[in-house]
Nanobody, 128 residues
Framework: QVQLVESGGGLVQVGGSLRLSCVASGRTFINYHLGWFRQAPGKEREFVAG????????YYADRLKGRFTIARDNAKNTVDLQMNSLKPDDTGAYYCAARTRAPDTVWGGNAAAKYDYWGQGTQVTVSS
């Protein structure tokens, strides 16, 4: 299996930026599509962004397009999430996730249940 560890969360003011990072260990990194999800208190976990195994295709939740950017470095076994123009609604625990690559999948998808491995999460708090 693969182990995922997130970092980079913290407290930021409205309009600020944060860069989250997730490092993977265990199995061959390119065998996995990757995604970022988030969960606010009392709410369900929601899709933020996804990236294909090779990094050539990226996907975003519609309302986050233009503010968030996902990127992976297969040489370093990392996937980052750059978050700009942060809003109070962006507050929550952010999770990195990995889905085993299969012949019929282009990316991991936006459903949390499709992902096989999860990190422990990193907290992002946007204050007004």
């Amino acid at each position: 299996q693969v182990q995922l560890v997130e970092s980079g969360g913290g407290l930021v003011q409205v309009g600020g930026s944060l860069r989250l990072s997730c490092v993977a260990s265990g199995r061959t990194f390119i065998n996995y599509h990757l995604g970022w999800f988030r969960q606010a208190p009392g709410k369900e976990r929601e899709f933020v962004a996804g990236i294909s195994w090779g990094g050539g295709s990226t996907y975003y939740a519609d309302r986050l397009k233009g503010r968030f950017t996902i990127a992976r470095d297969n040489a370093k076994n990392t996937v980052d999430l750059q978050m700009n123009s942060l809003k109070p609604d962006d507050t929550g625990a952010y999770y990195c996730a990995a889905r085993t690559r299969a012949p019929d999948t282009v990316w991991g998808g936006n459903a949390a249940a499709k992902y096989d491995y999860w990190g422990q999460g990193t907290q992002v708090t946007v204050s007004s």
